[in-house]
T-cell receptor, first 112, second 112 residues
Framework: DTAVSQTPKYLVTQMGNDKSIKCEQNLGHDTMYWYKQDSKKFLKIMFSYNNKELIINETVPNRFSPKSPDKAHLNLHINSLELGDSAVYFCASSQDGRNGYTFGSGTRLTVV | LAKTTQPISMDSYEGQEVNITCSHN???????ITWYQQFPSQGPRFIIQGYKTKVTNEVASLFIPADRKSSTLSLPRVSLSDTAVYYCLVGSRDTGRRALTFGSGTRLQVQP
């Protein structure tokens, strides 16, 4: 079983569309994250979600909204997609921020 | 958050030991040190974590001097499959909840 799974793996869409990326972890972790890796390969934190507390990175546009229906899921919804949103998005989880993060395999988003 | 400094890239040959050093001069008392490995088109993978002295697992060793202002990841007898980007991160349980910040990492290229 995959510990942290993301869907879809690839997503190609037009500017202005709204899309969602789903993330599920079966590790029983209580904290989940979304990271963005751009073309220069820098990994930047977007959100973390721990025990119903959402911590937002202030540099993230409000077009991005995380949704956590339960502790095992943290989905990412993006409104009005822009060309600059093209990147690889990684979901990760950890137990209370300790002992390392487990990452998913990523979702490559291409906005055309 | 403690800032980390790593070499941008390193080259090695199969069978050699590789040591990657990370500087973290303003590491806090509660901070631990974690190393990740990332292959192209994959999410980062946890390698090893430590607080002080030496930690060893089946993949690598982590050496941390007494002042904890630096750490060295040691990969014994590397193979071509160890070609990847290696990230050094420092953070506490609290910053781990809020999400750790990845630097630019060290790109290791292993040659035959």
């Amino acid at each position: 079983d995959t510990a942290v799974s993301q869907t879809p793996k690839y997503l190609v869409t037009q500017m202005g569309n709204d899309k969602s990326i789903k993330c599920e972890q079966n590790l029983g972790h209580d904290t989940m994250y979304w990271y963005k890796q751009d073309s220069k390969k820098f990994l930047k934190i977007m959100f973390s979600y721990n025990n119903k507390e959402l911590i937002i990175n202030e540099t993230v546009p409000n077009r991005f909204s995380p949704k956590s229906p339960d502790k095992a899921h943290l989905n990412l919804h993006i409104n009005s997609l822009e060309l600059g949103d093209s990147a690889v998005y990684f979901c990760a989880s950890s137990q209370d921020g300790r002992n390392g993060y487990t990452f998913g395999s990523g979702t490559r988003l291409t906005v055309v | 958050l403690a800032k980390t400094t790593q070499p941008i890239s390193m080259d090695s040959y199969e069978g050699q030991e590789v040591n990657i050093t990370c500087s973290h001069n303003n590491i806090a008392t509660n901070d631990y040190i974690t190393w990740y490995q990332q292959f192209p088109s994959q999410g980062p993978r946890f390698i090893i974590q430590g607080y002080k002295t030496k930690v060893t697992n089946e993949v690598a060793s982590l050496f941390i001097p007494a002042d904890r202002k630096s750490s060295t990841l040691s990969l014994p007898r590397v193979s071509l499959s160890d070609t990847a980007v290696y990230y050094c991160l420092v953070g506490s349980r609290d910053t781990g909840r809020r999400a750790l910040t990845f630097g630019s990492g060290t790109r290791l290229q292993v040659q035959p």
